[in-house]
């Protein structure tokens, strides 16, 4: 009897060790980690650890460990480049990354919310510096660059600071960029050949535009690729940019009723009209993104209206094997193009959409910790030093004063393109769907299909999401 | 004193114990804070709530003048009657014919039974591909049996029936198990004396392996409608965002969007509290009238 309690006793104390052990490493791995939120108050609170505003932190005295959050994994062109930048700090200096990357979808961005809401940010985070930060930059946890300055007067002074975005929330700098991005239209010259289409220059209009896709769709092929049920963004934004002008274009409306209001219904019906005279593809309210890529990729369809990140796609579907650039079909890839977005009104065709949406930010919590200050200044410095961001930034743009001179021979036939296509710019305005975040987007993204099919005017589609948006 | 060991609980409550804490902190306080969260206005996905809705109860004032909630019930209660008479019915007969032949009864059971064990994720993207518009496999087939034009399959007017077919296809195998193995303990000596008495093979299923099936049909019958409320990740994959034009959308696709892609948190739990109370009072229908005998 006492043998079989004893027996009891000792499962039953062996389980909820094992349910305390599997706690206590999950504690533990997340005290390693990310620290939790009392440590970060116990630091926050010493006054006497935490460094004078304009001196900085001693050197520790040993290697430190950061933990560093990024977007720079999984299928992002640059995870690769990511990796050998850090794995060239850590040799340079012996300090270590602990690296909680993940690819930039909603989940991700929910986990960084999340984190930043119970103490467990990341020493450095390289994030959207949009409507998606707002959060964490009005509960005070990320640091303005001009704070840091203040102590580390050479931070960030490669970048040139027109080209750094100033949060919604206070107008503050806080993220230092890498790469920028940029939204143009890409086209394939054979079907263009094929319908007897001119490839489109720098003065592309909308109504050449338009007599280019009536040829294109007589010669029997789909004039644009887009899945409007799917991922209408960019049609979006340059329709609505097309009755505005670079000046206007990030004004969000007060009303429907008011010019800016009155531009953003304009051009939801410009998509409409294009929709309704048979433009995108047959099944465009049913199709997804990645199958009306496919149409423009196997030469079914002639634009493609995208960002600088479909560069990659396309070489990758012109590759026998995604992974590996030495299989790229260089005849394949020589038939596509890079062009400006048709213009209209008082925006040119070479007013482009773009900008720097993402940035390195460093954590109230590092920078307070005078263990970690001087190494994610430090970081950071080096992950945005002249010598590392043209390796991310690639065709794309950057925010350096002085970026060093491309080898166009690392590059491929459509990224030199795209180059050439970015050098005859004459603007780039931000992104305004950056700044309409949330629910707000509903009745005019996911509502395209309602919008173009007639279930629903374009005026009521954009005064609801405006209703929604200044209830935000 | 040796049988005081099996009178004395206490032991049993310590080994109960983890599990109930699990329990509790994974399944019932995110439930009760769900039901809270639906009156919090909440900014986006990840942060906590920034106070009560104005009025508390405004999600669901929402939700009655929302045409995708009415959307989703309605195709919910449709995939539930799929679900019944497509997997559960079909079953039955499949289950019947197998187990009237002699051999391969073990082969049958492996080759219905496997589209269980594939992830309804990859099932999707499967099923993506045979429907897909531009070559697919069915508009190939089609192509090459004479048809002209390319079929979208995820039209409006037939999208739902696309994402019902493989949903209803996945789970026959599942419920055809169950009845195998119901008629499997059926006695053969029924079978036998109404054989001797002449009974044709149609007499025998209806007046023996039916009748006798009864409550394994129920519970089947139980299984499926309560299943039907839980399918996502298929319809999902197949028709993000209720496409084409929201009208694809389950309760389950529906609460997703809005807490996932619209970052209408708050919305997406007050979804969440309806699919639960639709759950409750549809199981107690269902199992109100698919009630099991005792013989």
Redesign the interface.
């Known amino acids: 009897?006492m043998k079989?309690?004893l027996m009891?006793?000792v499962?039953?104390g062996a389980?909820?060790l094992s349910?305390t052990a599997c706690g206590g490493q999950g504690t533990s791995s997340g005290d390693t980690q990310t620290p939790a939120s009392t440590d970060n108050n116990v630091t926050s609170d010493a006054g006497n650890d935490t460094p004078a505003e304009s001196e900085p932190a001693a050197e520790p005295a040993g290697p430190v460990e950061l933990v560093v959050t990024t977007t720079f994994a999984g299928e992002d062109t640059n995870a690769q480049n990511y990796k050998d930048a850090v794995a060239a700090w850590e040799a340079e200096t012996g300090n270590t990354v602990v690296d909680t990357s993940a690819s930039a979808d909603?989940?991700f961005?929910?986990?960084?919310?999340?984190d930043f809401?119970t103490g467990s940010e990341p020493d450095v985070l390289f994030f959207f510096n949009g409507a998606d930060s707002n959060?964490f930059i009005e509960a005070g946890k990320v640091v303005p660059i001009d704070e840091i300055r203040g102590v580390y007067p050479e931070y960030a002074a490669n970048m040139n600071d027109d080209l750094i975005t100033a949060s919604m929330v206070d107008n503050k700098k806080y993220a230092v960029p890498v790469n920028g991005i940029w939204e143009a239209m890409f086209f394939n010259t054979e079907i263009l050949e094929e319908a007897g289409v001119a490839r489109p220059g720098t003065d592309y209009t909308m109504d050449q535009f338009k007599e280019d896709c009536e040829k294109i769709k007589a010669a029997g092929y789909t004039p644009i690729a887009a899945a409007l049920?799917?991922i209408p963004h960019y049609w979006w934004e340059f329709a609505i940019f097309n009755n505005q002008s670079p000046a206007t274009h990030l004004d969000i409306p007060a009303s429907v009723d008011d010019a800016s209001g009155q531009a953003w219904v304009a051009g939801m019906n410009d998509i409409k009209e294009l929709y309704e005279l048979g433009y995108f593809?047959?099944?465009t309210?049913?199709?997804?993104d990645d199958?009306t890529f496919?149409?423009f990729t196997e030469g079914?369809a002639a634009f493609l209206v995208d960002g600088s990140w479909k560069v990659g796609g396309i070489v990758g579907a012109c590759q026998s094997d995604p992974d590996d650039p030495s299989t790229l079909d260089a005849d394949k890839l020589a038939k596509f193009d890079v062009t400006y977005v048709p213009g209209k009104g008082d925006r040119k065709a070479t007013d482009l959409i773009g900008g720097i949406t993402s940035g390195y930010y460093i954590t109230r919590k590092a920078w307070e910790d005078p263990e970690k200050q001087a190494a994610a200044v430090n970081f950071v410095e080096y992950m945005t030093s002249d010598s590392v961001v043209p390796k991310f930034a690639q065709h794309a743009a950057s925010a350096l004063k002085n970026a060093p001179e491309v080898d166009t021979a690392e590059f491929n036939a459509l990224q030199i393109k795209s180059m050439d296509m970015m050098a005859g710019a004459t603007s780039l305005t931000g992104v305004l769907q950056d700044l309409f975040?949330?629910?707000c987007?509903?009745p005019t993204f996911?509502g395209m299909?309602?919008i173009v099919?007639g279930?629903v005017s374009a005026e009521e589609a954009v005064a609801e999401g405006l209703e929604i948006y200044s209830n935000? | 004193m040796g049988a005081n060991i099996y009178r004395n609980k206490k032991p049993v409550l310590v080994f109960l114990f983890p599990a109930f804490m699990f329990m509790v902190v994974f399944l019932y306080y995110p439930f009760f804070k769900n039901i809270l969260n639906s009156f919090m206005e909440i900014k986006q996905l990840g942060s906590a709530g920034t106070g009560f809705n104005t009025p508390w109860y405004s999600n669901y004032v929402e939700m009655f003048h929302d045409q995708n909630v009415w959307t989703s019930v309605k195709n919910t209660i449709v995939m539930m009657i799929v679900t019944l008479v497509g997997q559960v019915g079909i079953a039955i007969v499949l289950a019947l014919m197998v187990d009237n032949i002699g051999r391969g009864k073990q082969f049958f059971r492996t080759v219905f039974f496997f589209p269980i064990v594939i992830s309804a994720t990859a099932l999707g993207l499967m099923f993506n591909l045979i429907f897909l518009y531009d070559k697919g496999m069915i508009n190939q087939l089609l192509e090459n049996l004479g048809k002209q034009n390319l079929t979208d399959w995820k039209a409006e007017g037939i999208a739902l029936f696309t994402m019902m077919l493989p949903v209803m296809w996945q789970y026959v195998g599942f419920y055809f198990v169950i009845l195998v193995t119901g008629l499997n303990n059926i006695s053969d000596e029924l079978y036998e004396a109404a054989r001797i008495d002449g009974a044709t093979a149609m007499q025998k299923v209806r007046y023996i392996s039916i009748p006798l099936l009864h409550n394994v049909i129920c519970t089947c019958s139980v299984l499926a409608v309560t299943g039907a409320l839980k399918v996502f990740d298929l319809p999902w994959v197949m028709f993000p965002k209720g496409m084409p034009l929201k009208t694809t959308f389950l309760t389950g696709t529906y609460m997703y969007y809005h807490t996932m892609e619209t970052k209408n948190v708050d919305y997406g739990a007050a979804l969440a509290v309806l699919i639960v109370i639709l759950g409750v009072v549809l199981a107690r229908i269902v199992n109100a009238v698919f009630r099991e005998k005792d013989y």
């Open positions: 009897m079989k309690r009891a006793a499962l039953a389980m909820v349910v909603e989940t961005k929910a986990r960084v919310v999340t809401e959060s049920g799917n593809p047959e099944n309210l049913s199709a997804t199958e496919a149409m079914k975040q949330g629910d987007r509903v996911d299909p309602e099919t279930r935000q």
